[in-house]
């Protein structure tokens, strides 16, 4: 069974500094990996979405990368903004019995501290 | 530019009640999803549609149904509304051809009082 774990849970940084995000599965069979940006009380944003044949894609400031046969991808933020505070949340999506699924982590809360 | 579009963003209802969310999409996608999302809990998966009149029940079903009748709405129902439905509610479309990505729509806060 697919699992999708993101750690850590929450993270406080300084502004400026470049972080990282981690977020892993257990079975590297994917079509692709999302990352996803929350802002409290609203609904979600597509990031970047990586697909299994791809180890990177960025935007901007934002880099996610995807090791399937390790089963891991990371989220580097470079020069953090108060701004980019927000839950980030990974998702991977596969095939089971003919049908699409999407597979989500539980996030991880970033504060970007002033 | 593409858009998921839940009819609501605060909803308050009354136990009891039957409660309507509504997700319209304009992308053309055959997936789309109801999520709920507590805090601690993560988003869970309540019903999905992979086709009109089509329905799979996800992680957590109970005490809701769903309505696929047309392509772009999937529709979410709470038959009896309970104070532990109090949640945020988020829809998402996809496209069913392999590698492509999910949209959510901007949530729907309900509270049941």
Redesign the interface.
Known sequence: KQEVTQIPAALSVPEGENLVLNCSFTDSAIYNLQWFRQDPGKGLTSLLLIQSSQREQTSGRLNASLDKSSGRSTLYIAASQPGDSATYLCAVSFLMDSNYQLIWGAGTKLIIKP | DVKVT?SSRYLVKRTGEKVFLECVQDMDHE?M?WYRQDPG???R?IYFS?DVKMK?KGDIPEGYSVSREKKERFSLILESASTNQTS?Y?C?S?S?R??????????T?LTVV
Request: net charge neutral; charged share 15%; glycine share 16%.
């Open positions: 839940q997936n999803f809990l993560g988003l998966l992979y799979e945020m988020l998402a996809s069913r392999v590698g492509t990505e999910a949209f959510f729509g901007q949530g806060r």
